[in-house]
């Protein structure tokens, strides 16, 4: 069971955060349009729900004494189609106006600490996957397909990425949580550490589940540049937390496959 939280509905676009709102010790921003689309028109709207929203949380929360560190969320499309494994210290080559945004709001955050003494960091993720989330995403969409004996349209899935469980996941911003002294003014990759191709994920779940689904590899086109090994360094990571970090994604995989 979950603890009892207090819950407060704003737009964090168009409103502004009231100041009798209590001041966390923590801010985790988790707001953003997530898309991997290369269409320009999304720029309005990316910029609304990415950028608009830090600003706000900023001029909230800037005086705040009681504030110890607030999580922005970048993302490791930011790194683009550069040479893996990446690390926080690369120069980003942002190959949509997703990652655009995001490298856009990366570069806001380090100017707050920078300038203003904020106490922020950035948090660049490998691509999440878990229970709960968007169908249309890559392994809901494949495990959904080959559940129902329905054919797969994708790429040839040569590229690989960086996969981490969300469970994973959370553990490793509960670790940055506790050593949020190490983290001001950060960029750090948490991720993996490895890469996998996405035909690997699909032959591994089709074997999993016994399903009888045509695979048609090439029936779309990779994207515009597309990033063909995005694997991010986590060494930040494990210097940072005091550990020696290991995520077991085969094993998540195949439990997730179980659910």
Known sequence: SYPSIETTELDLVSQRIPQDMPSPDYIINLASVVTAERNMSLFDELISSNLKILLNLYERFKEESSLKLFIQFGSSEEYGSEQSPFREEDRECPNSPYALVKQLTTNTSMMLYRNYGFPIMVVRPGNLFGPLQNKD???????????????????????????????????????????????????????????????????????SLHSSSDVNYGALPYRENEAMDLKCSIAKLSSITGCNIHFDNEKRLTDYLKQ
Do not use: M, T, W
């Open 137 to 207: 995403k890559f392994i809901p969409y494949v495990v959904g397909q080959l559940r129902s004996g329905l054919p797969l349209n994708v790429s040839p899935c040569e590229q690989k990425r960086d996969f981490i469980y969300v469970d994973d996941f959370s553990c490793a911003i509960e670790s940055l949580l506790q050593n949020y002294f190490k983290c001001l003014g950060e960029i750090v990759n948490v991720s993996s550490g490895e890469s996998i191709s996405l035909k690997q994920i699909i032959e591994h779940c089709k074997a």
